[in-house]
């Protein structure tokens, strides 16, 4: 046998026992498919998620100056008074959390107090409404507070505010 004949016996053998490397284009592609499906029918629910989630601490930050502001109401036996918009009311930081701000990423809180000398119409007695309002400018968070907190309470949208109505009386 000749040594050509040799050479080429061998290349025959090791092409037919060369395991593949690499992958096909159609099998890039059909992965390439079956991720941005996977991605098309997640990313939405995520940012429901995302949304859900930042209601959720509006929600915390609103408890927790409802709760301070009943506890102000318990001392003083009035209400804390009308203050600005992202700023804490005159004697109500004592009463809430250290270094607790109205100022949030994304939205501002804005304590309401209203005196209503002749009362409301459903309720000639209450003289006095408070709540809280989220100043925000992202109106799905908006949406997204006032479909868990408005069955809950009185509230009202005006433009980029969303006021929740804590209590008349």
Do not use: C
């Not at 037919?16 to 490397?21: D, Q, V």
């Not at 940012?47 to 301070?68: P, S, Y």
């Not at 939205?107 to 005196?115: A, F, K, N, P």
């Amino acid at each position: 046998m000749s040594l050509l004949a040799l050479l080429r016996r061998r290349r025959r053998s090791r092409a037919a026992t060369r395991t593949p490397r690499g992958f096909t284009m159609v099998e890039v592609l059909t992965v390439v498919v079956v991720v941005s499906t996977l991605a098309r029918i997640g990313v939405p629910g995520f940012h429901e998620v995302l949304l859900k989630a930042r209601a959720t601490e509006v929600i915390g930050d609103f408890e927790t100056v409802r709760v301070a502001a009943f506890g102000y109401h318990a001392d003083h036996l009035r209400w804390p008074a009308d203050g600005y918009t992202g700023e804490v009311p005159r004697g109500l930081e004592t009463y809430l959390p250290e270094n607790f701000s109205f100022q949030r990423l994304g939205y501002r809180l804005d304590w309401e107090s209203w005196e209503v000398p002749d009362g409301l119409p459903g309720a000639p007695g209450a003289k006095t409404i408070v709540g809280i309002s989220v100043v925000t400018e992202d109106r799905e968070l908006g949406r997204a507070l006032a479909d868990v907190l408005g069955g809950a309470m009185a509230h009202y949208e005006l433009g980029d505010t969303y006021t929740f109505v804590i209590e008349s009386n």
